[in-house]
T-cell receptor, first 113, second 112 residues
Framework: GAGVSQSPSNKVTEKGKDVELRCDPI?????LYWYRQSLGQGLEFLIY????????KSGLPSDRFSAERTGGSVSTLTIQRTQQEDSAVYLC???????????FGQGTRLTVV | RKEVEQDPGPFNVPEGATVAFNCTYS??????FFWYRQDCRKEPKLLMS???SGNEDGRFTAQLNRASQYISLLIRDSKLSDSATYLC?????????????FGRGTQLTVWP
């Protein structure tokens, strides 16, 4: 596609359930980033992929969070046993290699009730 | 210490004004620099890259001072549509090989 695509755009889930968030980067972009943003707050780094490997996963808040990227393209962020503090907008971005600016998807708004 | 520091503002300026935002970064090995804008409840959008020689895009001018580890963004002839949060972004070299560090953002409101 022309831009970064994220799905779903909105997700409401019950506390304790697992969720999967998907990111489809711009074709040919080797770098992929996950951030999250709570209302009125800055961007919180979660994980960064270069190709299929994650040289930096230091931002994952707990072992309930995991992410993978396959085929150097689509990435999935999984949150297990969701908690209310996981509620946020999860943003994915991609860039061409590790040098240019990154382009964001529209995000997935996750609400844990 | 945060990797990227910005004055959060808010900056409230009239249409037509010139406004400048500043940003400092902590890692002297940083490689690439960018300004993004983020509208309320929207995703950040790349505004412009920042080069050592300084660069201009219409009403927007970005400057980088590597010695002082300082980045700036100047907006001339402000428009109502410039109202947004402006994010300073730095990419580092080294083991993280391209991770992007975002400042908290500077909020700008342009009033008629």
């Amino acid at each position: 596609g022309a831009g970064v695509s994220q799905s779903p755009s909105n997700k409401v889930t019950e506390k304790g359930k697992d969720v999967e968030l998907r990111c489809d980067p711009i074709s040919g972009h080797t770098a992929l980033y996950w951030y999250r943003q709570s209302l009125g707050q800055g961007l919180e780094f979660l994980i960064y992929f270069q190709g299929n490997s994650a040289p930096d996963k230091s931002g994952l808040p707990s072992d309930r969070f995991s992410a993978e990227r396959t085929g150097g393209s689509v990435s999935t962020l999984t949150i297990q046993r969701t908690q209310q503090e996981d509620s946020a907008v999860y943003l994915c971005a991609s860039s061409l290699g590790g040098s240019g600016g990154a382009f964001f998807g529209q995000g997935t708004r996750l609400t844990v009730v | 210490r945060k990797e990227v520091e910005q004055d959060p503002g808010p900056f409230n300026v009239p249409e037509g004004a010139t406004v400048a935002f500043n940003c400092t970064y902590s890692n002297s090995a940083s490689q690439s620099f960018f300004w993004y804008r983020q509208d309320c409840r929207k995703e950040p959008k790349l505004l412009m890259s920042v080069y050592s020689s300084g660069n201009e895009d219409g009403r927007f001018t970005a400057q980088l001072n590597r010695a002082s580890q300082y980045i700036s963004l100047l907006i001339r002839d402000s428009k109502l549509s410039d109202s947004a949060t402006y994010l300073c972004v730095v990419r580092e070299r080294g083991s993280t090989l391209g991770r992007l560090y975002f400042g908290r953002g500077t909020q700008l409101t342009v009033w008629p």
